[in-house]
């Protein structure tokens, strides 16, 4: 059983910064996704093979940064720059089949439980 487990969430006023962190095992694909109430689940960012390549949505690019340290088996999601609408249940999700697609929530193996971040 794998268990990815994100922290870092909170509430922080417009224009503000939080940085998620998410305890992962070496996955070739780590993504994060987020979901407000009433929409569907989002991808937000996703990184191949550590950071090698990384992809955003457009709603956060320039804004949002995926890293990896994976000395620490832990994937960030640095956050600027925040919005209202960002405000969202943010989930860490791991392991991409190959031939995936990195945005689509349903084709990962793993997910973490989910940090909640409000923007105001």
């Known amino acids: 059983h794998v268990q990815l487990v994100e922290s870092g969430g909170g509430s922080v006023q417009a224009g503000g910064s939080l940085r998620l962190s998410c305890t992962a095992p070496l996955y070739r694909w780590v993504g994060w996704f987020r979901q407000a109430p009433g929409k569907e689940r989002e991808g937000v960012a996703a990184?191949?093979?550590?950071?090698?390549?990384?992809y955003y949505a457009d709603s956060v690019k320039g804004r949002f940064t995926i890293s990896r340290d994976n000395a620490k088996n832990t994937v960030y999601l640095q956050m600027n720059s925040l919005k209202p609408e960002d405000t969202a249940m943010y989930y860490c999700a791991a392991d991409l089949p190959a031939g995936g697609s990195w945005s689509r929530w349903d084709e990962y193996n793993y997910w973490g439980q989910g940090t909640q971040v409000t923007v105001s």
């Open positions: 990184a191949y093979r550590g950071g090698f390549s990384t």
